[in-house]
């Protein structure tokens, strides 16, 4: 390490290093040296208030986290062909967190639970995985997905990412589905109406020869311009997906580990029984860890058959991280901060917005925040404002970012430890910003 | 955690928890509680000497390593959207790592050097990537690998994965060529044999109207039985892949980082100069980092058209490990060590052999080694011959495992500080295992 650099001087080497495709934040790009609970710091020792990171879940390098990880990486690190003891710990852990939700929320169709686990480094790996199980259990190849779905970068996920744009382009065996409007409809009719959108791309599917193998969301769309509710509304698009032959596959790696508030898995909050469920992000608070939990009958013949081995996958460090994120979880009471701050926030945010055209929508679950920005005489989406306001919102030292289609969506997604007074501090930075 | 587990007890524990497809290695499984340069440590305490193992390269819970993660872990860990230092420091150092070898082995047709890096978490979204970027970058599909090759478990890599059998079908734009005999041929001799099998198939491909995107090979032929020689035999196909137009993508997730002895890089055994580099298992020993290196004219256009972000990918803790790799590499001299040790080892496997018709050919590149196991009485190839070698080393405490197109070719790759007194203690127990 040469130690800390100038922050052009590093940009210039950076650009001299690394591919072409790497991408800064902000018009001015910040630079980090250190990082403790919602707070970044750069070089000069000026705090940043983090309002954008979900996978520093419990906060920037939790001490819990940071010693378990220091421990494991300096007594134990091997692959899952040898028998360790923090793997089937953990699995346990992580399923029992699925099965209370399964059963609570009375998914229909479920006659068995999400009883298996299997663990890879990266959300992509995660749903690349799933796509496979999927197509192995159904012998169908159709994925149905939202319009501006992400669900992450291999060749075989990207191709069901729609927000990648038109050089990424979807295979043959994809179809899309539009996000419901978010708002303004009661959760049964929004639940009907998605649930139509799906019947009539498996439908489309079909007039293709093309069989249903999975239907993938994420539980809080994400991409598609922060879209929680009305909750319910992936209820029915479950059943016409069973009965088409297909697996309902809840992308986790957004609203899991606690996001929405309400629940721990966005799944929950739709009253969903998933067949598989992914998961990533915050899974170990910034440690390269994520995988999959599934009943057992989509997991065994795929299991039996074809031969997966990830060789990172539940290794002991990065299981270590992913078991101390769950102690932290439970111990800080974080989902419910995450429902009580969020809730806090978003009213806030309305009240800022009810004056100002420009700030035309606000919707959220937990500490996962979406504001429309329109253009006050128009009303028409406006990209430009939005990224006016992350850029004024960072001079300020406050980390947001923007999404949705038209990315003219305020994305608001700190932290866990969010606190009363770290939302009061982004609000004041907010109503400076506008 | 719940502390250590009687072996049956977890074995029962793990089959109910994880997913059908997980195996365990050895008829009698073993558990391990710690592990400390080149061994590991069951919950009684006995230590299994590590024969086997390429990802802790620099020794198991290596002290600089784990400190360096343990740091950076307590320090900052954010995505690569943010400017941090060490970054952009640890790819200079690896860019500098391939330039050395790049010129001074002077491959055919190298007008730039492999001067950009991109980071992902495994070798398997390495491999991943470097097929999007190869089939961006040409235009074709087309790929062509070795016969009984292995890059990889995400759906586009596994599809160019024979070794893992017929239940994973090759994709319709795939096409193998046959390991080299790996024995008794001079290097033009073998180089100009592998290079006409790399002619005939991207002739077929194009019989099929398919356009060659890349050759993608290990460069230490690793599930095809190990087959490091004669060093040179890849040189003429990459010649043969760069006039169809191809890139020629040398998979370095086994032979790289100083594995071979010799060479930091296996492809600079070979004398190439590759246009994609992949990396992966041993590049954070244990931590999941991976990722690869390429001339830029390859990555701008995908850089420019594709979005293309990792959020693991390049991680401050990851390359805080990967950077203390390469210190621990050059300061304990273990490039030295692999080529002294890897030798010895050799020499006295050929040895033992020597009188022993059930050990048919011993070959390697430092410290990897493969030895062919075969019926005495008839010659053939012996999987279970091989098996019975491998689980009475593990009942002596010795690490190792059998590979190949046939399953019976030990596999003997131990972590790189491997030394001259554990090689005589391996020695022991193969020759009480024979």
Redesign the interface.
Known sequence: ?????D?SE??R??E??????????YER???????EGVY?YDPEGNAYLDAY?N??SVG??H?R???A??RQ?????????????????Y??RL?ATHAFGGTAAGGAGADSPL????F??????AN??A??IARHCTGGTGIIVTAHAYHG????V?EVSPS??P??PAGPHVRTVPAPPGHGTRPEAAAQAFGEQVAAAVADLRAHGITLAAFLADSLLSSDGVIPDPAGFLFAAQRVVRQAGGLYIADEVQAGFGRTGSHMWGYQRHGLTPDIVTM??PMG?????AGLV?R?EV??D???????????GG?P??IAAA?AVLDVIEEEGLRANSAAVGGYLRAEISRLAAGRPLLAGVRGAGLYIGVDVVDPETGAPSPSLASAIVNAMRDRRVLISATGPAGNVLKIRPPLPFGRAHADQFLDALSQSL
């Open positions: 390490m040469r130690g800390v650099s922050a590093l940009v080497r950076r001299s290093a690394l591919g072409t495709g790497y991408r800064l934040f790009p910040v630079h980090f040296v250190r990082g970044l990171n996978v520093p920037h390098c001490p986290v940071a010693s990880v220091a990486a300096a007594t134990l690190n091997v692959h899952t062909r040898y028998l360790t003891d923090g793997l089937t710990d699995a346990e399923l009883d298996r686990a299997m890879t480094c990266t959300g992509s790996e690349d995985l796509l496979r970068v291999t060749a075989a990207a990648l744009g050089n990424v990533g992000k608070n910034g440690l390269p860890v599934a057992r997991l065994d795929f299991g039996r058959q074809v031969r997966y081995f990830n060789t990172f290794n460090v990065c078991s």
